[in-house]
């Protein structure tokens, strides 16, 4: 699939702004983060930023931006239209956490967080099911998209938390649970890989043209000599050396290192501890960027069969 | 409400004979000159006269080849919309603007509402959804609708126009939900199958298969007579025998 | 919040198509189908295959469905231009069309008031040769043909010369009735939507279909067995059916006797002059043995024919039978499955079992027909019996220097297995068969200054006195045709006119004037020669060829190359006929003829080229194009078409003849003819009875009844030929018998090749180079939705087809070391060009392919100089030489020795990969075209649309 830059955005933007979010309205309730207007106003701040701009990074995906808006109606059938109905929803106590943490209103800020933290999750969920739900493409109708997709929010969002609580020497939980969110990602997303890179293709051309019981199936001519929507969208292709060097990329920056700074963010605190978070923070975004690219790169439509673009490389 | 309808009972849909069909892209364009004047008309073409030239295509004919050497067959293989009895492209359009008529069974997009988000697209198997970049929205197939139902054409020809044009008779186009129709009867007697039956959308367009050759007999003359290998001089028998007009 | 789509979507259902409908016929190829043209606000709607029409019977083909794009193109020229820079640099002033007129007139009446013999008018794929020939010959031009002499003049005269009807235009299989097809060298080839139509239906009811291609793509692509043969080794392939059909006793013996010269008697008289002809009587009728009688007249009644062995006639000539000089060629061990396997890249057993298989459909599954008919001898049948089996056959066999005798091999394979026009075999279209050979010879002898030549330009040879040649036997058309270096040049030889023109061989020519014919391209052998020719000047700076008119409607490559450029209409914008009097829709139901009608106004300053034609006769004063006063004589060509008599009674069309319009084939004019074509859906068709329907070379009936309208001027049997005695009358010339001999250089060549009965040999152009290095052969052929198209100016037609490729047996690549995409030279004995690979199964292993006139020169077309087509696209022209290897003497052409057809196939090649850093473009690259002035700037996206008010 064409790792379109803005979708491959506007999910690692999004899916950290409601990590953040999250995190911010579930370990607030409990206590775990600062409790002052500073700090809160500053991570839900960020979550709001980081939400807002992958929404808006999205619409450029889309052929009308102008009829965004009708994308919500549909949320009884589609994931796309949940998924929207659930970011469109939790801004609603998401902007009320914000307004609270500002106003310093504490009765209404630790209910607003926990329905942030639920909507957020509720989100995330939602966009882990556009993909998860496609069956034309084994990469992403696979039992962990979902997961990936929840937990690689999660984790984002925990590395920026322990970054923006840094700088109130508060770190330690939002590290703790990044660290163990990172290794538990870096897990999670080897064991998807192998999974995958051991999957069988959905269609081959002998059952996609249903003419395998005359032997093997090869393209002579395409219908059109130049190339077209589909192959662009849904034919592309990453050179096998390419995808390796980027895998590693993913899992190393994006959460291996991540998670072993945020275990040192955890045991040093103070200020190596927010210096350690900056790095994390860049090395997840850059990792997570790489991995959200290889989500799209190396997946396969069903349709590529047709034009002799086999499943494998 | 883009969730399905209740299946109705009529299956509009195309039999697309691969046994015949010579690859001569007669549905391809005639569906295109028909279509783009049409009801989800214009399917523009970008870069028309230099590089890059593409546009949108309601149906695309493939060829490839089957089999190895010369026991192997060439098979042209027209690629358009099947008409899916349960479309994911339908069930993941998160606006409405795609849906499946309850009464026919056609699958549309009403592209005054289409956003273009193109979800529809990466649903679809088949590759059967066509963007429209120059409006932004989304396309395919419509069983040429303002065809099949206007009364302003011959009776005879309410066909869609890749099947009214077809030289080489390898499209015809029915009601599948009805098993007495000429088309299923087709689809049984020819042994037509669903594409990628396992994804579970239930396609209704279904792909008759090169039929295997026809046995001719290549032995010895039927009539009494020498086998050929005990002629010796073909030249002489003629010498005798008696012709006339 | 929002409904769902379908509660809000819009869909009309109950809308006119357009404003308008009308009827004309297509000319997206040469298949002259039927279409209904759909118009709106003045725009085309839609383009539909016209249900009624007897060609196309409703069905369109991908070419026809993207008519409007062709009738839309950018590429349209605008108006006439004349050249103002030196030829090829595109420098060009439009000009009016009176100045455009005066100009060719003031040309034009130079050489016909001096020797008309300086002017070359070739048309293209022209359907208009019954104008475009008779202006010739008014004007006084042998120097006249279309594109017959390079595409498939082998079939024509094959066919002609043999059964009196060919493949395509003059006959077509029985596609109720036939059991088993088999195809030579087809590709989509001339009968577009009647073949699909027929193999659709030969499927429906179970027939085999078996094609003879080294291609397996197209209608070989849908046949139930591919026979992968090597090109140019047709001929040996049916040779060896023939040899196994005769040694198994497989022979329509009733039908031989009945139809065909098998049981003529032929003079047996080495070294004399009337060795090979026929034995005939005092009258010139032929003689054969009757068991009873001895020598009488062939066409008798109760003949009983003896048809082996040697008889000495009264006056003491020694005579054998045709059947018995035929079969004992045919057995000769050299035709034997297993002689001929290796060369075609076949198996013997395969070729034994495929005569087996013909066999048993022919002789244990006659067909019977309960129709009554009767026969010439005046016997009445009950029914018709036939073989259903049946044969069809085009290009691939063709376009080769052997392509004439294998063509006539394949006819004789038909007449053995008595399946020519029977229930079930190939049948004659109407108004064929004609006389074989039919008519006159060619007209061109004795041009004079402002003097019409007699007759038809392109006409039949008899024997060598109907050569236009010379006493020392030098030819006296600038392309050669019709003289020693082809004889039975039937179509011409176009693509020799231009190298000939510029060697001044065998005299310079004046104007060459050319319609429709991408001769500095796709057209040509070898177009970068073909266009330094257009370009050679002499020492003073004069063209060696001083002008060049060119009419076309569109920029092709050749229009830089002109210097006063008409341009053309779309086919949709003009009046047309599919004459009578040239090739004729008729069908084997019976004859037809066809009209074209404007069905769109032209928004250019352009006219009909048939129109300008006329009117430059009548500016020129040709006798049939000017009243007595010197006036024009018609108006236009619709005027022409109307008022025409080519011979009293008979014009170009047939159809609703005389005063009231009741008149078929014969009758006065009819000022209402072409309304009533119109009316009809732009066509008119009789229908045979059904006792005049097979048969019908020796159908009383029929062929009375054909008389009768004018369709030939004889109703007797004609008589199929298996020896051609015009053949041997050549052939004696050059053992020295005769006034007209061929010149020296030229009489083993003539001896060879002028074989009475069907030979094969390699052809020409490997016979005379070591093909040792260049082991491939190479073809091309058209893809189906390009086939006579004209394609790449159209914008749908060029998404399908923008580039090409060169297709490899993959398993010869792979051993090769050569994989998929790799770019390769593609290189033969005279040049090289560039392409990519692609590989491919049903391919034979020593042959390469390629689409052809895919690429086009950068520029061309109004296409942007990036176009695919341009870089991508190549042309196999490229390294298809339209010499034979030099040798000792004047240089001949590449082509077949006896019709003089253009032998594109004969190709050999060699394919190695390209350098590092050589891939991704073709070469040759030739510099790009500039576009004349004024014409329109292509879109950067088309959104055609003609019902954006409706929705």
């Known amino acids: 699939m064409n790792p379109a830059p803005s979708i491959v955005f506007f999910t690692v933007c999004s899916g950290a702004g409601y990590g953040l979010l999250f995190w911010l309205g579930l370990l607030r309730f409990f206590g775990l983060v600062p409790a002052n207007a500073g700090f809160g106003v500053a991570a839900c701040g960020l979550a709001l930023v980081l939400v807002m701009f992958g929404l808006l990074s999205s619409t450029a995906h889309l052929g009308r931006p102008e009829r965004a808006w009708r994308a919500l109606s549909q949320w009884r059938s589609s994931w796309l239209s949940r998924e929207g109905v659930a970011a469109v929803v939790t801004f609603a106590p998401a902007g009320l956490l914000f307004l609270a943490l500002a106003a310093d209103n504490e009765a209404l800020a630790r209910p607003m967080g926990l329905l942030s933290a639920a909507g957020a999750a509720i989100t995330v969920y939602c966009t882990g099911m556009i993909y998860a739900s496609l069956k034309t493409i084994r990469q992403w109708h696979h039992p962990l998209v979902v997961p990936c997709y929840l937990l690689f929010g999660a984790f984002s969002g925990a590395v920026l938390l322990a970054l923006i609580a840094a700088f109130w020497g508060a770190a330690a939980v939002p590290a703790a649970i990044a660290a163990v969110l990172g290794a538990c990602a870096f897990l999670l997303k080897r064991l998807y890989w192998s999974s995958v890179d051991g999957g069988r293709p959905v269609a081959t051309m002998e059952s996609a043209t249903g003419l395998g019981f005359i032997g093997t199936v090869r393209p002579l001519d395409p219908p059109h000599t130049e190339t077209n929507y589909l192959l662009r969208e849904m034919a592309f292709r990453i050179a096998r050396v390419h995808a390796a060097r980027l895998r590693r990329i993913a899992a190393l920056a994006g959460f291996a290192a991540p998670a072993l700074l945020m275990l040192l963010v955890y045991l040093a605190g103070g200020v190596v501890g927010g210096v350690l978070a900056v790095a994390a923070v860049a090395l997840a975004t850059a990792g997570l960027l790489a991995e959200r690219w290889l989500m799209f790169a190396e997946a396969t439509h069903t349709v590529s069969v047709y034009y002799g673009v086999p499943d494998r490389r | 409400m883009t969730s399905l309808p209740q299946p109705g009972a009529k299956k509009l849909g195309l039999v697309i004979d691969l046994d015949t069909c010579v690859g001569c892209q007669a549905c391809a364009t005639n569906c295109k000159e028909w279509n783009t004047s049409g009801h989800m008309g214009p399917l523009p073409d970008q870069h028309p006269y230099s590089a890059g030239q593409e546009g949108v295509w309601f149906n695309r004919v493939h060829s490839y080849e089957a089999g190895d050497g010369e026991a192997g067959r060439t098979v042209h293989f027209p690629r358009s919309c099947l008409h899916c009895e349960t479309p994911a492209c339908v069930t993941v359009c998160p606006t409405g603007a795609s849906y499946k008529r309850a009464e026919d069974g056609i699958v549309l997009v009403n592209t005054d509402m289409c956003i273009g988000c193109q979800l529809c697209a990466w649903a679809c198997p088949y590759g059967a959804r066509e963007f429209d970049e120059d409006q932004g929205v989304m396309k395919k197939c419509t069983l040429c609708i303002d065809r099949i139902y206007n009364e302003e054409i011959p009776e005879a020809r309410r066909v869609p126009a890749c099947v009214s044009t077809c030289p080489a008779n390898a499209r015809h186009f029915g009601d599948l939900g009805d098993p007495d129709s000429d088309v299923s009867k087709l689809v049984a007697e020819r042994g037509g199958f669903e594409l990628m039956p396992e994804l579970g959308y239930k396609p209704v367009n279904r792909y008759l298969p090169p039929r295997r050759a026809p046995k001719v007999d290549a032995g010895p003359p039927k009539d009494a007579g020498p086998l050929p290998s005990q002629i010796t001089n073909p030249l002489l028998r003629w010498v005798d025998k008696v012709l006339s007009r | ?951």
Not at chain 3, 349 to 378: S, Y
Request: with cysteine.
């Open chain 3, 1 to 951: 919040m929002p409904a769902d789509g379908g509660a809000t979507d819009r869909i009309i259902t109950s809308a006119p198509i357009g404003d308008e409908v009308k009827t004309t016929t297509c000319y997206m190829c040469a298949c002259r189908c039927g279409i209904r043209v759909h118009l709106k606000d003045g725009r085309v709607r839609y383009i539909e295959g016209n249900p009624d029409h007897p060609v196309n019977k409703g069905v369109l083909c991908g070419k026809g469905s993207a008519g409007i794009m062709t009738q839309y193109s950018p590429a349209r020229l605008q108006a006439p231009l004349k050249r103002v820079g030196p030829r090829g640099s595109g420098e060009y002033a439009e000009i009016s069309w009176d100045e455009a007129m005066e100009i060719a007139t003031g040309w034009l009446k130079h050489v016909r008031e001096t020797d008309p013999r300086k002017l070359a008018f070739f048309t293209g794929r022209d359907q208009s040769q019954s104008l475009t020939g008779f202006w010739a010959a008014q004007f006084g031009t042998p120097n006249f043909a279309a594109h017959g002499g390079f595409c498939s003049v082998n079939m024509a005269a094959g066919g002609l010369y043999t059964i009196g009807g060919s493949f395509w235009e003059f006959g077509e299989p029985d596609w109720e009735h036939s059991k088993y097809l088999m195809i030579f060298g087809v590709a989509e080839d001339h009968d577009s939507n009647p073949i699909k139509t027929g193999l659709a239906a030969l499927k429906k009811r179970g027939s085999k279909i078996v094609s003879v291609n080294p291609v397996r793509t197209g209608y070989s692509a849908i046949a139930d067995e591919w026979v992968g043969i090597r090109p140019g080794t047709d001929g040996l392939f049916i040779m060896a059916l023939i040899h196994e059909l005769i040694r198994t006793d497989r022979v329509d013996g009733e039908f031989l006797v009945r139809y065909t010269n098998a049981p003529w008697l032929v003079v047996r008289n080495p070294g004399g002059a009337d060795d090979g002809l026929f034995a005939r009587d005092a009258d010139g009728k032929p003689l054969a043995w009757d068991r009873a009688r001895g020598a009488i007249l062939a066409e008798t009644a109760d003949l009983s024919p003896v048809l082996v062995g040697e008889f000495t006639l009264p006056d003491g000539r020694r005579v054998q039978p045709v059947f018995h000089l035929m079969a004992e060629r045919y057995l000769g061990a050299e035709y034997a499955p297993e002689a001929v396997a290796e060369r075609c890249g076949l198996d013997a057993d395969r070729i034994r079992r495929l005569a087996a298989e013909i066999a048993d459909i022919a002789f244990n599954h006659p067909l019977t027909l309960d129709i009554p008919w009767t026969d010439v001898w005046g016997r009445k049948h009950g029914t018709m019996v036939g073989r259903p089996i049946s044969f069809h056959a085009m290009r691939g066999i063709s376009a080769h220097s052997n392509g004439f005798h294998t063509c006539r091999a394949l006819h004789l394979l038909q007449m053995i297995l008595g399946a020519v026009d029977t229930p079930g075999s190939w049948r004659y279209k109407s108004p064929f068969p004609r006389p074989i050979p039919p008519g006159p010879g060619p007209a061109g002898k004795g041009a004079k200054p402002n003097t019409p030549l007699a007759g038809n330009i392109l006409s039949f040879t008899h024997g060598p006195d109907d050569l236009l040649v010379e006493d020392d036997g030098t030819p006296l058309r600038i392309d050669h045709s019709f003289s020693w270096e082809a004889p039975l040049g039937l179509h011409g030889m176009m693509h020799t006119v231009i190298g000939n023109a510029a060697a001044g061989n065998p005299y310079k020519i004046d104007t060459l004037f050319m319609f429709m014919a991408n001769m500095a391209w796709n057209s040509a052998m070898n177009p970068l020669e073909t266009i330094a020719c257009l370009t050679a000047q002499e020492e003073n700076g004069d063209y060696v060829i001083p002008h060049v008119i060119y009419s076309d409607a569109y920029f092709s490559e050749t229009v830089p190359y002109a210097d006063l450029i008409l341009p053309d209409t779309t086919y949709l914008e003009r009046w047309d006929a599919i004459s009578i009097l040239d090739r004729p829709i008729g069908s084997s139901h019976g004859p037809g003829d066809a009209i074209r009608q404007p069905v769109i106004r032209p928004d250019r300053d352009v006219r009909p080229f048939q129109d300008v034609l006329i009117a430059l006769g009548a500016r020129l004063g040709l006798p049939a194009f000017t009243k007595e006063d010197g006036s024009p004589k018609f108006k236009d060509y619709p005027d022409y078409l109307t008022n025409h008599q080519r011979t009293p009674g008979v014009g170009p069309l047939a159809g609703w003849r005389g005063e009231d319009g009741s008149k078929k084939g014969v009758g006065e004019p009819n000022p209402d003819q072409l309304k009533r074509y119109v009316e009809n859906g732009c066509f008119w068709r009789h229908h045979l009875a059904p006792e005049e329907s097979y048969f019908k070379h020796a159908n009383a009936t029929y062929l009375a009844n054909s008389k009768a309208m004018g369709m030939q001027g004889q109703s007797n049997q004609i008589v199929l030929q298996i020896w051609s005695e015009p053949l041997q009358k050549f052939r004696l010339a050059a053992e020295g018998h005769g006034a007209k001999q061929p010149p020296e250089h030229l009489r083993e060549r003539v001896r060879t090749y002028c074989d009475p009965l069907p030979i094969w040999y390699t052809p020409l152009e490997q016979q005379q180079h070591d093909t040792e290095p260049f082991p491939l052969s190479a073809v091309t052929q058209r893809p189906m939705a390009m086939y006579h198209s004209w394609g790449s100016m159209n914008a749908w037609l060029r998404q399908i087809h923008g580039s090409n490729k060169l297709y490899m047996s993959r398993e010869r690549a792979t051993a090769e070391g050569l994989a998929q995409d790799d770019w390769v030279w593609v290189e033969s004995r005279s040049g090289r060009v560039k392409a990519q690979l692609s590989l491919m199964e049903g391919v034979n292993r020593d042959t390469v392919w390629t689409w052809n006139a895919i690429g086009k020169r950068a520029g061309a077309w109004m296409l942007s100089p990036d176009a695919a087509e341009a870089q991508r696209g190549f042309l196999l022209n490229h390294v298809i030489s339209e010499w034979l290897p030099a040798q000792t003497g004047p240089r001949l052409a590449n082509a077949d020795p006896v019709t003089g057809q253009a032998a594109w196939y004969d190709l050999r090649v060699k394919v190695t990969k390209v350098a590092p850093g050589e891939e991704g473009i073709t070469d040759p690259l030739p510099t790009m075209l500039k576009p004349p002035p004024d014409m329109p700037a292509p879109p950067d996206i088309l959104r055609y649309d003609v019902a954006e008010t409706r929705r």
